[in-house]
């Protein structure tokens, strides 16, 4: 009896000093943890955020907020604030020879911000450009300029055009509704140098005609340029994955442009969905949020699947389905798609040694992550808890990047804060 309570005794104690070593091990993760002023903002509002680290180490952290009443996009340097709306519709920010720049559209141009050196004014860059002979004005709507490494004055400028259905009625019935009708979005290319906006080239994705390919996330690695983004049909006056024809196919498509070549050497479709509404279950399906990294020429991806019901609203986070799954594009071969987690707003990383990180958002609102290294899937692992992140199911409010200590900084809201935190993930 008694060496039966020593053994138990003793396998308390033994289970009281791994909990604490695994709290020690957890605190040790978070190297810098820091909440940032909030200008005012709902998150509920906010559309996207993007965290960049120049080579100096400095970040820069890069909010649209889409409200009801206007759009407004913030920009925080060192915990201050600026609005940058003000310089015009903005279009990306992005890194170029380790410093940060913004591009906006103004007065029908692409006008370039460097913010290194307190926003200055860099150039302004005619925008007025042919397609297929056609004079076109550039829009707003998923059009950002590209930087090309070693190049000081050249840049792509990523737009699209809309082409009218090959069927003459429906082309007809678009033109006389004054754009109401179907029509699809098709992407382009354009070299900058100098200022100008050169001959604009057509992204070949190996796409139909009469469809759409909306490309949602962009990355480059010296000459080539990785698209990652959704081809379908669309109805009318409607756009982007959740605007596509009903209980049509969806696809989730890769392509990869090289600028050297001035073609597409890759075209991929990764996955094929049919987002349903389904009346009589009371089940609506579609994609929830993607993300795209890469490492030299090998891409990664995650994207998400969400299912949950219709009504009555709104639905309790426990009742959704995420499905997060991962696809990895290497050594000039496409991978299998693995399911490796449930969870929201899922975020993919790669590191400068080859490590895969994929981050996403549990149903309590906590910050998970695991790592694919060696070509193997680590367990899950908890960042943070107690967050009060609430999971949103059509768009990515957490953002992150590896530092050049290969620390990952982290961007994400948390009790209607904003907070930057540096984890020591590997």
Known sequence: MVESINKRGLALLLFLVLLTMNNVNAKDQILERKVLSNPGFNFIDVHSTNLFIDDDSNTFILIEVWRT??????????????????????????????????????????????????????????????????????????????????????????????????????????????GHGI???????????????????KIRYGGKVDESFVIKEVATRKDLIHFLGFRGAEEPETSGPLGFARNTPVILHYVGYDFKKKKTTRTHSICENTPKVDKNKNVKSYYGPLSMDNLEDNVFVVFSWVQHRSKPRPIPIKDIKSDIYYYQYSDNASGDIERIADGFMPLVRVNSLGNVHVLWVNSDGGLVYKVKKNGRWSEEKIILNNLNIYPNITRRYISAEFDKDNNLNVIFPSNGNLVHAIVKVD
């Not at 720049?101 to 913010?115: M, S």
């Not at 950002?144 to 000081?152: D, F, G």
């Not at 029509?183 to 080239?201: G, H, S, T, V, W």
């Open 69 to 178: 009443d206007s759009t407004k996009d913030f920009l925080c340097i060192n915990n201050n604030w600026i609005r940058v709306d003000k310089y015009g519709i903005l279009l990306n920010g992005f890194l170029k020879d380790g410093h940060f720049y913004l591009a906006f559209q103004k007065d029908e141009d692409v006008v370039i911000y460097n913010i290194q050196e307190d926003i200055k004014f860099l150039c302004r860059i005619k925008s007025r450009i042919k397609i297929g002979g056609i004079p076109r004005n550039i829009g707003s709507y998923q059009d950002r300029v590209i930087p090309l490494s070693n190049q000081n004055d050249s840049y792509l400028f990523l737009g699209r055009y809309v082409k009218l259905p090959a069927n003459p009625i429906e082309s007809l019935r678009t033109i006389i509704s004054g």
């Open 183 to 201: 029509y699809y979005d098709k992407p382009f290319l354009a070299e900058i140098q100098n200022e100008k906006m050169l001959k604009c080239r």
